[in-house]
């Protein structure tokens, strides 16, 4: 065998991932809000970036209006060709701006006080705390119901051990029982229990009336309370059903997670991306461009760019070129973005017409790939688009992803969505007997009736996915 070093020419293809291209992958895939963060962190870095006034000219915005509301029938899906560092002809660039800056009007008005409107939720600690401070506590003890409160979980639940927060404060197990004790019987009543039974038990011990047969099966019978097997607490107690049934009602209203009474977390509103509404016998589809920060190339750099040309400062030349194609590229990105969401948003409106008509049970199977062969791009590109957004329409408001499910038969018929099964599911569930609830199978048997052909696991799974509960759980004795 003989080993040769030769040289060989060889042409291949290869898709290089620009960081321009990948800029613009990760504005496609972006919320919203993740977007309008993007952008304002592109406005703190680039000088020559900068947002357009509300109400300027409309062609100079970052998204041209749209014509009717049509696009090109045919939209460039963003490639990995060039690099973005074409020369940049300034003076046809520049010329078509007035005068540099943007001038300011300040207005003298009458605004409310901002500590006025700034306000502050009680966290579940900060009521604890301010019980324990008005509490007849002594430093020590405080400082053990510091520690105590400071290791509750959102649900009110003391995660350490009385043995571990003795060790911390360098104090008797004894001493921190006796402050848990007196922390347990703040409001909301049942917080720092240690485990379900505990809690309830704090609760029932605080009625009004005599609860030892509600604390007799918490103490010994909660399986039987959650499966609603009345029949056996009363047989093993020795008492009525009515009587069992009755003690299990008073446990039924107790709250199970007091925390919660003062959960921190806020509300998360949802801001559709894009608007569908019905003009006559056709559905208009508009995109939400309400707070989305419209963007321009500074003119105040005109100055600058025409002193280095005079002056050879070659340093800021490049620099400002760098800084303008960044602009330039971000500009274009952002509206390639929202050109593909109002595409994609199309060609759904599209497939899911008989939906927007008719109503959920009309919802379509339709998968990636029908949107991408539509719209002629790749599917990774339409799961991009899909994800993180939201169409309003005149049925609600549902995430983009939601139009794309998968198929289930029907008998002699063609195959209806996975998630009209499951709207079937839920309606079958909320017209049923509180006391004799339908069972999975019995689930499927109606489904067959209705020509829906699909089996009792997958019910169950549906079920589950709706979180709704088996029908042991389900059933209602009051």
Known sequence: MVFELKQNLKLTQQLI??????????????????LVDTINQELEENPLLEELPVGNDPETEIIPELDDMKVETKTREITG?????????????LEDFGPMGVPYHRED?????????????????????????LSRFTDVEK??????????????????????IASIEDVDIALVEDVLQKVQEFDPLGV??????????IQVRFLDFDSSLSEIIIENHLKDLETRNYNNIAKKLKISIDEAEQAALVIINLNP?????????????????????KVGDAYRIILNDDGLPKLKISNFYKKIMGDTENNGGETCKVYIRDKVQSATWLIKSIQQRQKTIYRVSESIVEHQMEFFDRGISYLKPMVLRDIADDVEMHESTISRVTANKYMHTPRGIFELKYFFNSGINRIGELQIASQSVKEKIKEIVSGEDNKKPYNDSQIVAILAGLGISIARRTVAKYREMLGILPS?????YF
Request: glycine residues 6%; negative net charge; charged residues 25%.
């Open 192 to 201: 720092a229990a240690r485990d379900l039974k505990e809690c309830l038990l």
């Open 257 to 277: 997670k007091p925390g919660l009474l003062h959960n921190e977390e806020r509300p998360q509103y949802i801001i559709p991306d894009v608007f569908v509404f």
């Open 81 to 93: 060709e060039g690099d973005g560092k074409e020369d940049f002809d300034w003076d046809s660039y």
């Open 143 to 164: 400082h053990v119901g510091a520690q105590i409160i400071g290791n509750l979980n959102s649900d009110g639940y003391l995660m350490a051990t009385t043995e571990e």
């Open 17 to 34: 991932m620009t960081p321009q291209l990948q800029q613009s992958i990760k504005l496609l895939q972006l919320s919203r809000l993740d």
């Open 109 to 133: 008005i009458d605004a409310p006080a901002f500590e006025n409107m700034l306000t502050k939720t009680s966290s579940l600690s900060d009521h604890l705390l301010w019980q324990l401070n």
């Open 472 to 476: 042991s759980k389900r059933k209602k």
